[in-house]
């Protein structure tokens, strides 16, 4: 394929990337995670929604400043080459532990639900490859499959019907029956399940039509957001408020209530097919850091793509120190309302930083 | 000037067939010199001997002006007949080539029910009479290559001037003339000189023996290679989706049309997952069935000592010894014993408590169904693909299954045929193409040229820039 050219890609691939990154495994948990607002929590993922787009402003503000840099560039050219370099190093950090962390919680649930009882290792060594080969083809083929695993999981919304069917609308009545400490539980556990489209600032530098990017990235966002909403409201309708408090995937449980002649349990095909999702969130994270190895050393290599691929593998399989890990994982998407907020920040210092004849290109 | 005949001679020693016929004329004695294996005596006599005798050879025949050896040379082994006046010292060409060649039949291996059912013959120029015929258009065009270090064998690139794609065009030159190869047999080693990713699985040229195929993928826009002693020609660029169309889609109404692709479409994807979802099902998640389905299918296997892996492997093995051999036996027992083989072996391999009975229905379903696409290798890929799943499922269940799958998916969208992406409905899209993709429109809509040909007629609407 064209791996010379930079700029490749096209607004359908620009949507999908959007909307597929966003779309992991936070999603299948969401309802339990908003739990403490109770029923009134279905309108909260359209909150997000408003929240992201609003996020989405600087974030494409700052790529058309600086259109043929990716945020490693921008942080070398903002802050200087060293505290540029430290910064991404940080980043690389967040990004390879993020990484492990939504391997390892796609493979636990793997295990869980579909592998009882055997050994992960292999499964996900190999789903590491398949990311790895995902990658190696560069972030338009990251994006084409994106467009793919949209097309062969969008009909999971069908297997909601059960869960309409049984559920009860008056649920989702009154809207605001929560108090600010509930809002806040909610907003800050569930508002990671949104988390994804902030790469686009690593990906901008590569797309076509930079001027309509806001766009685009705008109606991927808002596709996935339905995606979310769905899920949220029907739970809402479907469970109790002590079963979406206490049942961890809210989502799994309603594909088990699908009921066909020839298939039951629909949350094994579910949780399986889902894969497709977490191998375009990761692919497109891999991609991430492995672009920000290339802007610490300086030189684009293969390699780091093998290392980075290792160190995630070490980082899951890790058989030392389970807690830490454990509490690693959960609290690094806390990192991601940092990274949230961090394109304000730069937009405020580009715009206070005195001018350079190259700086503004 | 002028070669001396001995230097011929000498070039052409060691060689039977080659015939140095000397005869008088009223002015001379000449040397008549060709090759017998490739020259028929009725036309040596109707296009050589006679115009001689009665002095108008050289109405038929080209003077070689500046003749040197090579030049000579290629002519005998073409088939030409070279007359030489010593006199004169001066060597004229007939074109003679008569040799033997089987008649336009009726095609094996892409048989349509209703429809034309010519197919190509071995003959270059018969194969290009079966499409100039259909195409009767000065805008078709053709460049004409020698490839093969050792057998020199001709090939053609026939191509619309009007519709085609001059890039595509250039890159199929340029992959022509780049081919380094001792010999050609069949254009299908060809076409695997010319891939750009000779590792993957899958056919990124489109390989037929009907000139309606060929005829309707040059009025597409598409670049037809064929090659002499060859009776397949190549069509290139392809989309996977097109590896399942038949022409006689277009031949039937568009309903029936509809349904029967759609079928060979999905049963592609079908064939692949079938027996591999047995294995994982029974190995890893029996609860996916209902009671009722999983207390037959126990039953059916009840005596069965092997695991399903297993099982499966060895069903699977059985139906391709079956036709593997019933492809390689002689065609008059081949029918018979493939048949009575099955059913023997189906039968008593359930008795024998081997395989189970469901397990043989599904085997059969999907080896039928790995057969519907019209094109042969692509029929190949799925049952070969088959083989990928059925492990994946034994190694992790449903989970390998999809990891096998985003493989597939993964490794489709990244496969190019001339360039151009594979997978045409995703890319490069072009919305003309989905009146003709799982549903076949009625004829009258299908006005627009594929988005894969990239064609330059200004009938169909610009394809979304990406390559």
Same mark, same amino acid.
């Given at each position: 394929m064209d791996m010379n050219k930079v700029k490749t890609l096209n607004r359908y691939h620009v949507i999908f990337l959007i909307q597929n990154v966003i779309v992991g495994t936070s999603v299948l948990s969401l309802p339990n995670r908003l739990s403490s607002? %109770?029923?009134?929590?279905?309108?909260? +993922? @359209?909150?997000?929604?408003?929240?992201?787009?609003l996020l989405l402003i600087p974030i494409i503000w700052l790529g058309l400043q600086y259109k043929n840099d990716t945020l490693f560039v921008i942080h070398e050219k903002l802050f200087g080459k060293w505290i540029g370099k430290l910064i991404n190093i940080m980043l690389l950090l967040y990004f390879i532990v993020i990484i492990a962390a939504v391997c390892s919680s796609y493979i636990e649930l793997v295990q869980v639900v579909a592998l009882i009882n055997r050994k992960i290792t292999i499964p996900l060594l190999i789903f590491l490859c398949m990311v790895v080969y995902i990658?190696?083809?560069?972030?338009?083929?990251?994006?084409?499959?994106?467009?793919?695993?949209?097309?062969?999981?969008?009909?999971?919304?069908?297997?909601?019907?059960?869960?309409?069917?049984? %559920?009860?609308?008056?649920?989702?009545? +009154? @809207?605001?029956?929560?108090?600010?400490?509930e809002f806040f539980t909610a907003s800050k556990k569930g508002l990671m399940a949104i988390g994804g489209f902030e790469l686009i600032s690593f990906y901008f530098p590569h797309i076509i039509n930079q001027k309509k990017a806001f766009k685009h990235a705008s109606i991927g966002l808002w596709i996935s957001i339905g995606f979310t909403f769905c899920f949220s409201l029907v739970s809402v309708m479907f469970f109790s408020q002590w079963q979406l408090k206490n049942v961890l995937y809210p989502v799994l449980n309603l594909f088990k209530e699908v009921e066909l002649s020839f298939l039951e349990r629909i949350d094994v095909l579910g949780i399986t097919m889902w894969v497709f999702l977490i191998l375009s969130t990761v692919a497109a994270y891999l991609w991430v850091a492995k672009k920000g190895l290339d802007s610490i050393r300086s030189t684009p290599k293969k390699i780091h793509l093998y290392i980075i691929a290792a160190v995630v593998f070490v980082l899951v399989e890790f058989p030392y120190m389970e807690e830490f890990q454990q509490l690693m994982f959960e609290r690094v998407f806390y990192l991601m309302y940092a990274m949230f907020l961090w394109p304000i920040l730069l937009c405020f210092i580009h715009i206070l930083k005195p001018k350079k004849s190259e700086g503004g290109e | 000037m002028g070669i001396p005949i001995e230097a011929l001679k000498s070039k052409l020693a060691g060689i039977e067939d080659a015939v140095f016929k000397q005869i008088e004329t009223t002015e001379d004695e000449v040397t008549l010199i060709y090759f017998s294996s490739l020259v028929d005596k009725l036309t040596l006599h109707q296009m050589v001997i006679r115009p001689l005798s009665e002095g108008i050879l050289e109405n038929s025949s080209e003077v070689i002006v500046q003749p040197n050896i090579s030049e000579l040379i290629s002519a005998i082994t073409e088939g030409s007949t070279v007359v030489y006046f010593p006199k004169q010292n001066v060597y004229l060409k007939v074109n003679t080539f008569s040799a033997p060649s089987a008649s336009i039949t009726v095609t094996d291996t892409e048989s349509t029910v209703i429809g034309p059912t010519n197919a190509f013959t071995e003959s270059l120029e018969t194969n290009l009479s079966l499409i100039k015929r259909r195409i009767q258009n000065l805008n078709l065009k053709s460049n004409n290559f020698v490839i093969g270090t050792e057998t020199h064998t001709q090939v053609t690139v026939l191509y619309m001037d009007n519709i085609a794609n001059k890039e595509n065009l250039d890159i199929v030159i340029d992959k022509i003339q780049n081919v380094n190869h001792p010999g050609f047999n069949d254009s299908s080693i060809l076409q695997k000189l010319m891939d750009n990713h000779p590792f993957s699985p899958f056919p990124q040229y489109h390989e037929t023996d009907r000139p309606d195929n060929a005829v309707s993928a040059l009025l597409d826009g598409r670049i037809v290679i064929l090659m002499n002693n060859s009776n397949g020609v190549i069509i290139c660029p392809i989309s996977f989706f097109e590896l399942f169309i038949s022409p006689e889609d277009y031949?039937?109404?568009?309903?029936t049309a509809s349904l029967l692709r759609s079928i060979r479409f999905f049963g592609f994807f079908l064939t692949i997952i079938m027996t591999p979802t047995y294995i994982s099902v029974l190995t890893y998640h029996p609860e996916m069935l209902p009671f009722d389905v999983l207390l037959n299918l126990q039953e059916s296997r009840e005596k069965v000592p092997f695991s399903p892996l297993i099982e499966v492997l060895f069903m699977e093995l059985v139906i391709e010894i079956l036709r593997e051999a019933g492809s390689r036996m002689p065609t008059k027992i081949g029918q018979t014993i493939g048949i009575v083989g099955g059913i023997v072996i189906g039968t008593a391999a359930v008795e024998a408590h081997l395989v189970s009975n469901t397990l043989i229905v599904l085997v059969a379903i999907s080896a039928l169904l790995s057969f519907l696409p019209p094109n042969f290798i692509m029929s190949n890929t799925s049952r070969f693909m088959r083989y990928i799943f059925i492990f994946a499922a034994g190694m992790f269940g449903l989970f390998g299954q999809m990891i096998a799958f985003a493989w597939l998916f993964h490794h489709l969208l990244t496969l190019t045929s001339l360039n151009t992406a594979y997978m045409t409905p995703i890319i490069p899209r072009k919305s003309s193409d989905l009146l003709d993709s799982f549903v076949r429109m009625p004829a009258k809509f299908l006005k627009h040229t594929s988005g894969i040909a990239k064609a330059q007629s200004k009938k169909s609407p610009p394809v979304e820039k990406e390559e």
């Open positions: 607002m %109770g029923y009134s929590q279905w309108w909260m +993922p @359209l909150l997000f929604g408003i929240v992201a787009n990658v190696s083809g560069g972030i338009k083929s990251i994006a084409r499959f994106c467009m793919i695993s949209f097309l062969l999981t969008l009909w999971f919304l069908y297997f909601l019907k059960w869960g309409v069917m049984d %559920g009860n609308i008056s649920h989702t009545l +009154p @809207l605001f029956n929560f108090t600010k400490e | 031949y039937n109404r568009w309903m």
